[in-house]
């Protein structure tokens, strides 16, 4: 196992996810496999991993019950556990307190080594930093009485809320956890969320390294192309060697469901092999063919903003639209919907296509704000 140095730890540069775990039906429902779940763990801490990440949503609430039961039956030095506030729910950022201890009780440990803000977004940004919940505050009362060695975010918003963030507690942020794979390197501005860290020196956290499976298999064309340039690397593991080609990444957090993912996963991170030059060139090609064919040519050019006599930020839609198409689904794109005045999302287009007529990409723009909002169910 490849280890990471951070602060005074050494961490598995591979850590478990605790939000996928291995599921089966009991009385009628879908819940997590304890036993299953308890094998996975048992043979990634046989196999190096020390480091479980959980959360207070995860599986309905069920993960940080089911991974406390697991990791108390092992000394408590041997693990380090993460869990978040989950101020995803505003309903929850005056329950700061209650929900902490809640968690400590669920999690069946007297601290947490990792405790994130859990997913800063465009609609509870400015709630996590209203000083009248007092939420950094009693975080970091909890850090000074040792219930939490170390704090850090998450962060599923744009660059410029994860901006606005980091300028009011950058300071006191350790850790930062971002989704970054060779999709989002580009297509969710990872990136510029690298520089960004960096700029802080604060460590990357990494979600998503196989963006949800899928970057576990390709095209057969892809994959031959691969296989050329490392021919005993499954294309898995091809994911995985991008993310230790970046510097400051010291976790790389995967949601495993089965003992086989568990493996090959371990598999891999036996050895640091980062990509070179022509592999890195190649990987990111394969990223562009991929949303090629499946994403608008938008280039943020705001010819048409000047134009919609809505006042829509055009540039901004299509790019949560290309998200949600590519996605086929999924909790971002109508995430940060859900944060714009009722006027200025997709469903307010009048389909007038002034923007149509002056975009460079002929980008038939008026269709995509139709069927945007067709496939978010605003109308």
Same mark, same amino acid.
């Given at each position: 196992?490849?280890?990471?140095?951070?602060?005074?730890?050494?961490?598995?540069?591979?850590?478990?996810?605790?939000?996928?775990?291995?599921?089966?039906?009991?009385?009628?429902?879908?819940?997590?496999?304890?036993?299953?779940?308890?094998?996975?763990?048992?043979?990634?801490?046989?196999?190096?991993?020390?480091?479980?990440?959980?959360?207070?949503?995860?599986?309905?609430?069920?993960?940080?019950?089911?991974?406390?039961?697991?990791?108390?039956?092992?000394?408590?030095?041997?693990?380090?556990?993460?869990?978040?506030?989950?101020?995803?729910?505003?309903?929850?950022?005056?329950?700061?307190?209650?929900?902490?201890?809640?968690?400590?009780?669920?999690?069946?440990?007297?601290?947490?080594?990792?405790?994130?803000?859990?997913? #800063?977004? &465009?609609?509870?940004?400015?709630?996590? *930093?209203? $000083?009248?919940?007092?939420?950094? %505050?009693?975080? +970091? =009362?909890?850090?000074?009485?040792?219930?939490?060695?170390?704090?850090g975010f998450s962060c599923h918003g744009s660059l410029d809320v994860m901006d606005k963030f980091l300028k009011a507690y950058g300071k006191y942020m350790e850790?930062?956890?971002?989704?970054?794979?060779?999709?989002?390197?580009?297509?969710?501005?990872?990136?510029?969320?690298?520089?960004?860290?960096?700029?802080?020196?604060?460590?990357?956290? #990494?979600? &998503?390294?196989?963006?949800?499976?899928? *970057?576990? $298999?390709?095209?057969?064309?892809? %994959?031959?192309? +691969? =296989?050329?340039?490392?021919?005993?690397?499954?294309?898995?593991?091809?994911?995985?060697?991008?993310?230790?080609?970046?510097?400051?990444?010291?976790?790389?957090?995967?949601?495993?469901?089965?003992?086989?993912?568990?493996?090959?996963?371990i598999n891999t991170f036996k050895e640091d092999k980062p990509l070179n030059d022509e592999e890195m060139k190649e990987i990111l090609k394969i990223a562009d063919?991929?949303?090629?064919?499946?994403?608008?040519?938008?280039?943020?050019?705001?010819?048409?903003?000047?134009?919609?006599?809505?006042? +829509?930020?055009?540039?901004?839609?299509?790019?949560?639209?290309?998200?949600?198409?590519?996605?086929?689904?999924?909790?971002i794109a109508p995430m940060a919907i859900s944060a714009l005045p009722e006027d200025k999302r997709p469903s307010t287009c009048i389909g007038c296509r002034s923007?149509?007529?002056?975009?460079?990409?002929?980008?038939?723009?008026?269709?995509?704000?139709?069927?945007?909002?067709?496939?978010?169910?605003?109308?």
């Amino acid at each position: 196992m490849i280890y990471k140095d951070f602060r005074d730890l050494k961490l598995s540069n591979l850590g478990l996810g605790a939000m996928r775990l291995p599921v089966k039906e009991i009385d009628g429902k879908q819940s997590i496999d304890e036993e299953e779940t308890s094998k996975m763990v048992k043979y990634a801490i046989d196999n190096g991993i020390n480091y479980f990440d959980t959360a207070w949503g995860y599986h309905d609430g069920e993960s940080e019950i089911v991974m406390g039961n697991i990791l108390s039956k092992y000394p408590r030095d041997e693990f380090y556990l993460a869990t978040k506030f989950p101020g995803y729910d505003i309903s929850n950022m005056d329950k700061v307190e209650q929900i902490f201890e809640k968690q400590l009780q669920k999690c069946k440990v007297d601290y947490f080594d990792f405790y994130l803000f859990h997913n #800063v977004y &465009e609609i509870n940004v400015d709630l996590y *930093l209203d $000083k009248k919940y007092g939420i950094l %505050e009693y975080l +970091l =009362k909890q850090k000074e009485n040792r219930r939490i060695k170390h704090l850090g975010f998450s962060c599923h918003g744009s660059l410029d809320v994860m901006d606005k963030f980091l300028k009011a507690y950058g300071k006191y942020m350790e850790f930062g956890q971002i989704q970054l794979n060779y999709l989002d390197y580009k297509f969710q501005d990872a990136k510029a969320k690298i520089e960004l860290l960096n700029k802080y020196n604060i460590p990357i956290w #990494v979600m &998503e390294p196989l963006r949800g499976g899928r *970057l576990a $298999k390709l095209a057969d064309d892809q %994959e031959k192309r +691969l =296989k050329k340039l490392r021919t005993g690397e499954n294309i898995p593991a091809w994911a995985f060697r991008f993310l230790q080609s970046i510097p400051n990444v010291t976790m790389i957090l995967s949601g495993m469901s089965t003992m086989e993912q568990l493996k090959e996963n371990i598999n891999t991170f036996k050895e640091d092999k980062p990509l070179n030059d022509e592999e890195m060139k190649e990987i990111l090609k394969i990223a562009d063919e991929m949303l090629d064919k499946k994403i608008l040519p938008c280039t943020a050019c705001r010819y048409c903003t000047a134009h919609c006599p809505k006042g +829509l930020d055009i540039p901004k839609l299509l790019s949560l639209y290309n998200e949600h198409t590519f996605t086929k689904g999924g909790f971002i794109a109508p995430m940060a919907i859900s944060a714009l005045p009722e006027d200025k999302r997709p469903s307010t287009c009048i389909g007038c296509r002034s923007c149509e007529a002056v975009c460079p990409q002929q980008i038939k723009i008026s269709e995509a704000m139709s069927n945007f909002t067709k496939q978010l169910g605003e109308i």
